[in-house]
Structures are given as structure tokens and as C-alpha cells.
């Protein structure tokens, strides 16, 4: 009975792939017809196609945006680092450079985050988790953070399958005025890092345009730090923790006509490093070698037919591989060797339909292939296809915005050895809303939900003592309130933005892994969990003399994270691991005619690294704090910034994440030259 269900369903899901690939060729045929061009029809009639997402004044859902000229002006050194300056936002930090940085939003896990480079959606099926420290800051123009739905509803379905999207947008257009557009840039700093960059790019012609990008880091991370064990301090230096790596990209970019763009990227990254592993008392030494490599090709094409309809098009290939050494001489023939590899195949389509100003509709469709392969002998080489379909409608007037989407998921799962996981389906919904009350300009109010959920990755379904092939999906509801209120700007006060949202985040079935022993660990599903919170950000400009200002900008956060699950006793009602109640950020920044000071600082409650919240697991608090200073210099036309940090300036030891120390108090010298 059980098989018939199994093949009726399967069947079903190579149905759906079916009609979803025949939406997928009916939607390109439009492009086929269209080899009359209309000469009336302009692009720019129809700019709602834009991606980029501007600060959250009329936005539906909380959405926050830092762009590279505020990175400069707030003293931003990594990506890591500007995350810590969004709301809601926590970061896990294995130790600095080379260590795995996730991004989680409002305590729901980096799996519920998509992490997007350039519009279309990165991946790691096998962990679920992005790496955000593979992207160099020096190449994003902007960043990017929604909480929820987009109001720019002309998105790939994949976008909207995560409770939160991080987007991470880069330099790809050069200067159409000069004749070459070249940034060449080197940083040099404490425990050994070095880090040469540059960007050239190239406009052939008014429609099209290619650009190059390289960067290179080095570091010992050698770093010092204290190790405590009872009445006992000692003082270490981190050792095994040499970062090795570089990573390359090729941008063009072609425009046919006014009304439609083909953009295309090729991306290479290598990093070879070793791995401290955890700080622990009586040991030091660790043999541990990781190298991790991806490639990734992507194409995205945007079509405007005329005023009311519009098509994009993407497509990628991913491959990943993590080769993981060891020399420890505890394993047979004195080293072991774990080798993985996944491989993505992606394609979507959407259509804009606009039959007003005031209405907006969008269907999208995405399909996406993957498997995981390993040398190692338990391996059962998961495979997984994935169908996102998702329509959405948004009505907009000058003081109203309603959006609304339904999302819908056909996940089919097989092994090409042993049991697959479960195949499951799911539709959900969302909503949101945005309106200007009192009849102000300057005061805006939200409202949204989200239903949502996430598959199990393919460690969570597979991995050998790890995994569980029946564990269910997370389903997750979000329900958020905001306030926007932006002040009129005065001769002294140039702009001043604040935001404040409350939410609540619903979790069932929520994923962990229990220990059965010290070997031996299980995935489950816990029963519920619940996440109360508040964010609030603040930006003000002050204008303190001539050519002179002061900028202040703040954010705040407060989470109680809970596991709801009565028959959890140890755990019931404690707070989940690694997320503060309280976080948040200053920075005050002046800027002048001499040299731009920028003193900024995050600030972090205690923890616990286990759910149970056991007193030896606590992590206490700590305050981070950084100071920058630069300046640009003129140069026969062009233009040289030299810049110096100095992070960790009070040198206080703190960690992210349990036994990884984070460095004491190091320096970085910039120097960047603009063509």
C-alpha cells in the first residue's frame, strides 16, 4: 500500500515537472514572436523591474539597505561586519579570517536566510548555510536585507522561499565615460594578512560592457589570545590557521535595444586553509586542512515588451566541492581523507503583467536539480528536484500598498543508494501591507505575514550518524508590525529615519540534533519553537559647519527565542542556542575636509551554546569596538584613499561561537587607486 502511495505520488511530481517545463517553453515563446520591434516603447516606462531595493519607507515588510559609499562613511571592514549593522540579523563568527560566517534573521536559522548574489539565489544543499565570507567586500556596490516578501514583486519564486533574503549586488557596469575603468587596491594588517584587489572593466559600446575582478588573501591569523581553566590563565596563540585563498569573476553585459538586457557572470573561488579547530586546555595542536572551491556560470536576460509586459529570464550552473584532510595519527594509515561534492542546475521564469498604475502581477516559475556525491563508504548519493511556482499581486496608491503572494512547492527526493527521503508538496501563503496615516508623508505603518517552510538538507536527511531520512520539513509563521518616520530635514538636521518593528516568528517541527552519545548524534523534529522580538534602527545627518557633518546611525534588537516543546523538559522555555536577547550597534562618523573619523561599536548579551542553557555552556557578552580613518587624495585626474582601521580597539576576547576566539586588538592599511 505504502509503495502504491509512494509511485502515485511520484508520478504526480514527473507530472508537474512536465507542465512546469511546458509553462517554461510557453512563456519564452513571446520572445520568439517579437522580431518586430515596437520603436514607441521605451525601458524606462517600465523601471518597476528593478531589483535593487531602496530604503523602507513605503516598504511592506522591514527592509534595510547599505550601499559602498556608506560602507566607507561607517567605517564597514568586511561583509561580516556590515551585517552586524542590520537589525535582527545574527552572525555566526568561527574565528576570524577563513572561519565560516553564517547569516541567521530573527532567530530562525541560517537555512531560512537565501542568500542572493547578483538576482539569483546561492546554494548548499548539503549544510543549508552560505558562506558569506567568500564574497570580498571591495566588489559589492550594495547590500541588502528584507524580512519577509519583496515589494519589488518581479523576483524569481526561489526568492520567496525563504523567510528572509540577504542580497549581495556587485560592480558589474563600468564607467561608460572612461575610456578604462580601473580600481586597484591593496590592504595590509596584522597577523600576516595581505590582500591585493582589482576591478577592470570596459565599455565596448552604448549597449555593451565587460569588466574583470581578482582578489587575493593571505593571512597567519596567528592571533593571541587567553585561555582560562578554573583559578588558571594562559596565554595562547592560535595556531594551524593559515588562510590560503583567491577568487576571480567575468561580468558582460549586452543590450540589443532599449527594452531588453543580457547579462552574464562567470565565478571562481579556491581557498585552501587550515583549521584551528576548538581552543581547549592542554591542546594546541590541531592537523586539520580544508579547501574549499566553487564555480558557478549564471545568464539573466530581461525583456519589456511594451508598457504592461514583461519577462526575465536566469539560468546557472553550481559546482562545489570541501576536501577536508587530517593527519592526525589516530586514524587508520595516519590520516583521513572526506571528500564532497554538489553540483546545481537552475533555470526560472517570471512574467510582470501591469494593467495599470496602480496593479502589478507576477508569475514565476523555477526548477532546480541536485546531488551530493563523497567518497565516503556510507555514501548514498542524494538527489533532489525542486519546483517553486509562485503568483503574486500588488495594489498601490499613493498612500496604500497591499501585496499578497501564494507560493507553491513540489520537492521530489531519491537516493541511488538506499532509502530516499520523503517527497512532500506545500502551498504558502503570504501578505503584507504598507499605508501613510494622518495623511503624512513622513509616517508610514506595516503590516505582514509569511508562511514558510524549509526542506531538510541533505546532512540533516543522510549524513551517516547524523542524518534521519524521516525528519519533516520546518514550517515557520511570520507576523510582523513596523513603524517608519522620517523628520523634515532643517538647516541643521539634513535627514533623520527611524524604524521599529515588532514580530512574532511561529516554528513547528523545528529541525535539531540530539546526542544518543558522545559518538553518535540523531536529527529530530522538536514539536514548536516561538521567537518574540523588536528591531529598531535609527539614521540622523547633522551639519556642524562648512563642508562638514556628523553622521550617527544605531540599531537594536531584542529576541526571546524559545523551544515550546513540554515533553523537552531540559529545554522548555530556555532561550535556543547562540541567540542573544539584546544586540545592537552604534556608529558615529565625522566627515570633513582633513580626514573622516568613523568610531563604531557592536554590542552582544550573553548566550548559551546549547539549548538547555546549562550555566558551563554560557558565552558572555561583549562590546566590539572599531575605529576608521581616510581620506581621498586627488592625482592627475584621478583619484588615491588611503584608509586605516583598527578593530577590536579596547583588545577585549570575546567568542561567537563556543572554543573559536575572535582576535584581540589588530590594524589594516588601505591604500586604493581609482583610474
Known sequence: MREHKQRSLRILHIDALRLTAGVLAMTALPFAASSQKPTDIHLDSVEVVASKTSRPLKSTAPAYKLD????????????????????????????????????????????????????????DCQSGEVDVSRYSLDNVESLSMVIGDNDDIFQPARVAASAASFSISSFRRPDPTKPLDLTAQVKYGSFGYINPYFRVGKALS????????????????????????????????????????????????????????????????????????????????????????????????RKAFNSKWSMQLHGKFNWASSLYHDEDGKYPGGELNQNYWQREAYGSACVLFLPSDKWAFDY???????????????????????????????????????????????????????????????????????????????????????????????????????????????TANQYNFGLTY???????????????DVYLNQVKDKIVAIPYNMFVWTVVNLDKARIIGFDFTETATFNVGRRQQILLTGNYSYQRAEPRTRSQVTEYKKQIAYIPRHSGNVTVSYENPWVNLSLHTTAVSGRFATNNNNPSTYLGGYADMGLTAYRTFGFRKHEIEVRGDIMNLLDRQYVVVARYPMPGRSWRLTVKFTL
Open 364 to 474: 514565476s516559475a523555477d526548477y532546480f536539480f541536485n546531488n551530493f556525491t563523497s567518497n565516503l563508504p556510507t555514501e548514498t548519493f542524494p538527489r533532489r528536484h525542486s519546483i517553486l511556482q509562485s503568483l503574486t499581486g500588488r495594489y498601490r496608491i499613493k498612500r496604500l500598498t497591499v501585496s499578497a503572494r501564494l507560493l507553491g512547492s513540489i520537492y521530489d527526493n531519491s537516493a541511488k543508494i538506499g532509502e530516499g527521503a520523503r517527497d512532500y508538496s506545500r502551498l504558502s501563503p503570504s501578505a503584507s501591507l504598507s499605508v501613510q496615516p494622518f495623511g503624512s508623508e513622513m509616517f508610514f505603518m506595516r503590516l505582514s505575514y509569511k508562511n514558510i517552510f524549509r526542506m531538510p538538507t541533505f546532512n540533516e536527511t543522510y549524513f551517516y550518524h547524523y542524518g534521519n531520512p524521516d525528519v519533516r520539513p520546518e
Open 68 to 123: 559602498n559609499q556608506e560602507f566607507t562613511r561607517l567605517g564597514v571592514t568586511d561583509i561580516s561586519d556590515a551585517i552586524h549593522r542590520l537589525p535582527g540579523v545574527n552572525l555566526r563568527d568561527y574565528g576570524g579570517l577563513g572561519g565560516l560566517k553564517t547569516v541567521s534573521v530573527r532567530g530562525l536559522g541560517a537555512p531560512h536566510t537565501a542568500v542572493i548574489y547578483d538576482g539569483i539565489v546561492l546554494s
Open 486 to 500: 522620517q523628520f523634515k530635514p532643517t538647516s541643521w538636521l539634513s535627514n533623520l529615519e527611524m524604524t521599529a
Open 206 to 301: 552604448e549597449s555593451s560592457s565587460l569588466n574583470l575582478i581578482g582578489d587575493y588573501t593571505y593571512a597567519e591569523n596567528d592571533y593571541p589570545y587567553q585561555l582560562k581553566n578554573g583559578a588558571h590563565t594562559t596565554t595562547e596563540r592560535r595556531n594551524n590557521s593559515r588562510m590560503n585563498s583567491g577568487h576571480g569573476e567575468f561580468n558582460a553585459s549586452w543590450s540589443p535595444d532599449s527594452r531588453s538586457t543580457l547579462s552574464a557572470k562567470l565565478y571562481y573561488y579556491d581557498n585552501d586553509r587550515q583549521i584551528p579547530g576548538p581552543a581547549i586546555y592542554y591542546n594546541n595542536e590541531n592537523h586539520e586542512t580544508l579547501r574549499d572551491r566553487n564555480f558557478f556560470g549564471q545568464l539573466q536576460y
